[in-house]
């Protein structure tokens, strides 16, 4: 299964006696092999000696044996690629450490110690981002998961707690300002121009939750007064080029402090709350204690910089970070294998924020959306596993869709099966009973069982289960009423070949089509293989409507007449059901397309018609507002429909899907003009209504452009004009370069000019710049990003650089599976660049070439060459190997 990397044979193999030795396998690493560590570290003083390219820390560690462990007197503290410039031992020199691989292990005579530590490190030359690293002047760490031990020694593990005190030093002119977890203590100056700051934060955390920032920052300053009346000062921190650009994260902030009083009962614990913007980083934030650290891109925003798409996503992950607070840092987890602990809650609990402040269908929509072009294809190929793993080689691989939303859809079941009191109970009592612990994802259900009065003994399944399930409807007329047959089967996943049934809450009405009668809502328990249930019906045609508001996180297969489907996606009353009724209709049209088969199942002119009529509909609707209204025109998106197909062929499913764009642009050309000229006339506020506008009217460009490409480059190219005027925001100015980018006009030259040279000092707009090239629907759009890849602008240094290029390509369906396989090459030479210098960002372009059994077989073997030159490269990181091999295994 695994790519063997050492020779089988123990005395070796000939041939390679002359070569270098091979790394070893990393490790497998098993959550059954869970053991409480041997020693306990209450307290923790580290003192911060600050330069850009050197850093040394002088790390004090009391430690006591832990009466709740196997006794040992060996302390394993945790390193990579650390040094220990001194041990002491109660203070005395002790020279009888020795260094087992990255780790220093120091053999303690008594049941207490205090153990201090020197290490040295260069910030400057962190190009993983893990650990504490220079971005643009200033330093700041990222110790999850496994990021502390390149700082200092550790035991570098979730469930060690300890209370933090800091001390940093260093020259005031590069590093005025100086944060860290906590309070501050004191401060003052030193010599020679440094000067100090000490914290400390009186709460017991893990050493992934510990940060440091030290830095020339401009910060906007606010409070909020919490629940019980206390003061919590709250900063944002950016680089002085971003000033004025915080003020909607900030509002975000105290909306979701408010929020998580008012829904979950939590307060704030800290006097001071602070949030960094940085502009390397892998991932999107960071949720350390009273010092959340954040990329750029999940801070800033201003109307000429940001779409609204951005503004959203700030406020969620805004909202995200800071309910950590409760749901990961007041409560951590005990290990790596129980992330979705604190990943799946805390999403459920970002996702039911944004909800409130703003449309909540809508909200489902785009995350169901996310959940299946995401996860779904994660869960149905190489790299599935369960919300809650049994091994890994490297954690940062398991940062997935799967651990963060389906953990987040798996605790939105609970909520939906006891109803949002009985599950707000459960919390509470999750809360209140594992409040300063390391806990599991067995804990949480324990306690959701226990206050919210649930029965979770076979629901437990969808922690270890991995896999969507597959869950079949069948509707048939009995006397009075309908029979429904619900089944469920969950494909096999790799080293899980036997499924069990798992429980499925499904949301249900039978409406009338013939009477127009719509049906009430009713919640079932599908739990078994098979089950039949009959409801009661009067009238001719009833029409189920199932999974509404996508109660359950599984696929449903039914086999609903393009009619019922027609008046599921023009009048259910559950927006979601709409919605969902809308995409079957297209992806039943497309995917016969695809097939080639007898489109006249589909009815008129192969079930474009009644598409076309469903959206002349939605077009017309006035019982929906704009935002609504864009979801319903948003066509299922081609990763989607190639997960439907055991096997797909992405160019004959592009060419389908572009074929009925071009179609119903055609066919509702009027409408969608009068669409587009409704939106333009109204204003640039950032009011439901302004921004529904906006969305419809980039949707309405979308299909004029595959129906009529030449009006819709004078639009799009007037679009673009308009937004660059007084007062325009950068939703419609992306909406209208994206869509010229698509298309051979000459104003597409012009404008992607004119937007580069608007915006050539805000980097996050560069990204975009660079990310709507590589996703346009140009024919040259790969020639396109080779050649971007050579711009002076373009670094795989940075994450969001890199990403804006090449995720955006990957995305790119068409382009990145060009039939030659140019794409997938272009994809291979970036993780063999990007390997050496960051791991954990090169081994996410790794999952797009692991999909190769569902592609068809000449694109597939190009997929797999791919793959087999990455794994073939000599010193690959663990974390590329791990991906590589699991998706050629
Ligand atoms: N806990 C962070 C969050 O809020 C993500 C940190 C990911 N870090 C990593 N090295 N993979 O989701
Ligand atoms: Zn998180």
């Known amino acids: 299964m695994d790519i063997a990397r050492t020779p ?5 193999n000939p041939h390679l006696a002359d070569a270098p030795p091979l790394p070893p396998t990393p490790p497998m690493i098993l959550r059954e092999d869970y053991r409480p560590f041997g020693w306990l570290v ?8 600050l330069g850009l390219a050197e850093t040394t820390v002088r790390a004090d560690l009391q430690v006591a044996r832990n009466p709740a462990a196997d006794s040992t007197p060996v302390l394993r503290l945790n390193g990579d690629g650390l040094n220990p410039l001194e041990v002491l031992v109660d203070g005395a020199v002790m020279n009888s450490w020795v260094m087992e691989g990255p780790d220093l292990l120091v053999t303690l005579p008594d049941d207490a110690h205090t153990v201090t530590i020197t290490t040295r490190i260069d910030p400057a030359a962190n190009s993983q981002l893990m650990g504490l690293y220079a971005s643009g002047g200033m330093l700041c760490t990222q110790c999850e998961a496994e990021g502390f031990r390149r700082i200092t ?8 707690l300890s209370t933090y005190r800091v001390r940093m030093t260093g020259p005031r002119a590069d590093f005025p300002v100086l944060l860290s977890n906590g309070d501050l203590v004191g401060s003052g100056d030193g010599a020679d121009g440094t000067h100090w700051a000490e914290w400390h934060d009186p709460w017991p955390k893990p050493s992934y939750l510990f940060a440091l920032v030290a830095g020339d920052l401009m910060v906007q300053r606010d409070s909020f007064t919490t629940m019980n009346g206390r003061e919590v000062d709250l900063g944002i921190y950016v680089r002085a080029e971003d000033e004025g650009r915080t003020d909607h994260a900030m509002q975000s902030l105290k909306r979701s402090m408010k929020w998580d009083e008012e829904v979950f009962g939590r307060e704030y614990d800290l006097g001071i709350f602070n949030i960094v913007a940085v502009s390397d980083f892998n991932m999107g934030a960071m949720e350390n204690k009273g010092l959340n650290v954040f990329n750029t891109k999940y801070v800033l925003a201003d109307p000429d910089t940001a779409t609204d798409g951005d503004y959203d996503a700030v406020e969620g992950v805004i909202a995200h970070e800071y309910f950590h607070n409760w749901s990961g840092n007041r409560i951590t987890c005990r290990d790596w294998f129980q ?3 604190k990943e799946g809650f805390t999403v459920l609990r970002d996702q039911l924020f944004s909800q409130d402040m703003g449309s909540a269908p809508v909200k489902r929509i785009e995350d169901v959306r996310v959940l299946r072009s995401v996860q779904f294809p994660e869960d149905s190929g190489p790299l599935s596993h369960p919300i809650r793993p049994d091994s890994f080689r490297e954690i940062s691989n398991f940062y997935t ?26 919390c509470d009592l999750y809360f209140q009973r594992h409040d300063g612990e390391a806990a599991t994802c067995e804990d949480f259900v324990r306690a959701m069982e226990d206050g919210a009065g649930l029965d979770l003994r076979q629901f437990r399944r969808w922690y270890s289960q991995a896999g969507t399930p597959q869950v079949r409807v069948a509707v048939a007329s009995v006397e009075g009423g309908v029979e429904l047959t619900l089944s469920q089967t969950t494909p096999a996943t790799p080293g899980q070949e036997g499924k069990q049934a798992v429980p499925i809450p499904l949301k249900l009405a039978l409406h009338d089509r013939a009477t127009g009668t719509l049906g009430e809502e009713t919640l079932l328990m599908l739990t078994g293989a098979e089950q039949r249930v009959t409801l009661p019906h009067d009238g001719d045609a009833p029409v189920l409507s199932v999974n509404r508001g996508f109660s359950a996180p599984v696929v449903i297969r039914r086999d609903l007449a393009p009619d019922d489907l027609v008046f599921l996606a023009a009048r259910d009353d559950d927006p979601f059901a709409r919605y969902e009724a809308m995409q079957d209709l297209v992806v039943g049209h497309l995917l016969s397309a695809v097939r080639g088969e007898a489109p006249e199942k589909w009815g008129a002119e192969g079930g474009r018609a009644a598409i076309r009529d469903v959206l002349a509909t939605v ?41 009925l764009k071009g179609w119903l642009g055609q066919a509702l050309e009027g409408e969608f003009l009068a669409l587009h000229h409704r939106a333009s006339r109204v204003g640039n506020g950032f009011d439901a209504e302004a921004k529904g506008a906006r969305k419809v009217k980039t949707q309405a460009l979308v299909f004029l452009a595959a129906g009529n490409p030449g009006l819709a480059a004078e639009l799009a190219t007037a679009q673009y004009d308009a937004s660059c005027e007084p007062g325009g925001t950068m939703t419609d100015r992306q909406g209208g370069l ?19 040279n608007r915006h050539q000092d805000n980097p996050l707009v560069i990204d975009k710049w660079f990310s709507l090239q590589a996703q346009s629907l140009h024919r040259n759009a790969l020639a396109h990003v080779q050649a971007l890849a050579q711009h002076p602008d373009f670094t795989l240094r940075n994450p969001n650089r890199a990403r804006s290029l090449f995720m955006a390509f990957v995305g790119n369906a068409n382009a990145f599976h060009a039939p030659g396989g140019e794409g997938y090459r272009m994809i291979a030479d970036t993780v063999l660049a990007l390997d050496p210098l960051n791991p954990q960002t090169a081994a996410r372009f790794v999952p797009p070439l692991g999909r190769w059994r569902r592609i068809e077989p000449g694109r597939a073997a190009l997929m797999r060459e791919q793959l087999e030159r990455i794994a073939a490269a000599p010193r690959l990181s663990r974390d590329t190997f791990e991906q590589v091999s699991r998706s050629l295994g």
């Open 401 to 426: 869709a799967t651990v963060y939303n389906k953990g987040a859809e798996v605790i939105r079941m609970m909520r939906t099966m006891a109803g949002p009191e009985r599950f707000r109970a459960g």
């Open 42 to 49: 209450p307290n923790v003083r580290l003192d911060f000696t």
């Open 8 to 12: 089988s044979t123990p005395d070796g």
């Open 738 to 756: 994206l869509v010229l980018a698509g298309l051979d006009s000459p104003a597409r030259t012009a404008r992607l000019l004119d937007f580069y």
């Open 619 to 659: 077009l017309a609707d006035d019982g929906i507002d704009d935002l609504m209204r864009g979801e319903l025109l948003i066509l299922p998106g081609e990763t989607y429909l190639a997960e439907q197909l055991p096997v797909a062929d992405p160019g004959r499913i592009h060419t389908a899907r572009e074929a």
């Open 339 to 341: 992330l979705s602990l």
């Open 153 to 160: 020694f550790f035991p570098d593990r979730p469930d060690v």
